[in-house]
């Protein structure tokens, strides 16, 4: 643990449900000591959020998977006595970080200049949902909605049909991301100047940002960015890019050249097309790839694309991928323990110096630490 590049730093976490506590996890996972603090009644609401009615000591499932390897500080901060004691943590920490709307910190009188009068060199990151000013300021930032609202929504789903939101909340783990970087940047910059740094993020421009590709091509084609009708991967590729039912399963198909995959799969017919009409006539020629990948099982197809080198791939539930070899040789689990219970999870991504990055402390109950880092933390 002492080895770990932000061992030293202290983080505290005044965000709640997703984003910024995925920032946090991150952050702890590469060492630094991570308080979150919270209201004495209920405290992050990601406590109550449970997914699929599970639970460890009344508290979300969920939650234990996001705030693992963290503390907890309880402060009622319109009480001026627990306000008292929230600034004397922030003399003692090195970042902040928080998913308020627009306007909360304020009324506390913990923005950034209030941090900043109390530690100078204090990195305060703050993400909103849809930025400080402007019409949607006040939005709740909620990651469907961004999704809905960023035209996230309609890179998946195929053309003429509903669109799809992504199945997990990717604007709020890509937002956590985000703040990881710049708050490390900002820590670069802090050892080479000694300055602090205010950070603003919000979903909707992680969201944006995450769509670059997609932005980009808008801003320059004349036709407008269509998603395929058929068997839809990506609006910006053409045939045969896609996941494909066949007789037993389902089937990936990544970039290729046609007349590769019409090799891989002895199939002649396809060869009337030109590889330039994969945009003009991707709806069609995908139809007819669906038609041919349905005679035949997942396997069958999958040893003649490989054969020919081309990219393929089964489509796994995770029951599925986790019998695999190549899932287990990854290693990417973790267990915690908590209420007596052993929670199943997942660990950090990241490899540093060939060694995993895993940690056995479970999610604090609501203010476990806090007698704690009154105690210690604050002495002095």
Known sequence: MNQLPLNGLIVLEFSQYL?????????ADLGARVIKIERP????????????????????????????????????LKNKEDLALVKKLIRKADIITHNFRPGVMEKIGLTYADAKAVNEKIIYAEITGFGRKGPW???????????????????TGSG?????????????????????QAVLGALIRRQREGKGAYIELSLIE????????????????????????????????????GIYKTADHFISLAMMELRDLAAALG????????????????????????????TNTTRYWLERLH??????????SWKELDQTEGYKVLKMEQELQAGGKTIRTTRC??????????????????????????????EG
């Open 349 to 378: 991504p990241i490899i540093l110096n060939g060694k995993r990055l895993v940690s056995a402390k479970t999610a604090p109950a609501l203010g476990a630490d806090r007698a704690a880092i009154i105690n210690h933390l604050m």
């Open 137 to 155: 300021a006040q939005k709740p930032g909620q990651d469907l909605l961004v999704q809905s609202l960023s035209g996230l929504a309609y890179t």
């Open 41 to 76: 009644q209920g405290g992050d609401p990601c406590r109550k959020l449970a997914v699929k009615n599970l639970w460890i000591d009344d508290d979300a499932l969920n939650f234990h998977a996001i705030n693992r390897n963290k503390e907890s500080f309880t402060a009622d």
């Open 206 to 241: 992680s969201a944006i940002g995450m769509q670059f590709e997609l932005f980009t091509t808008f801003f320059h084609s004349k036709n407008g960015i269509h998603r395929s009708k058929v068997n839809n991967g990506n609006p910006l590729l053409g045939a045969p890019y």
């Open 160 to 180: 003429g049909g509903a669109p799809v939101p992504f199945g997990l909340s990717a604007v709020d783990t890509i937002s956590g991301i985000h703040l990881v």
């Open 307 to 316: 054969r020919n080198g081309l990219w393929a791939a089964a489509v796994y």
């Open 19 to 27: 984003s910024g506590p995925s920032a946090g996890l991150r952050l």
């Open 267 to 294: 199939w002649s017919e396809l060869n009337t097309y030109r590889q330039e009409d994969v945009f003009q006539k991707r709806d069609e020629i995908k139809t007819l790839i669906a038609k041919k990948l349905k």
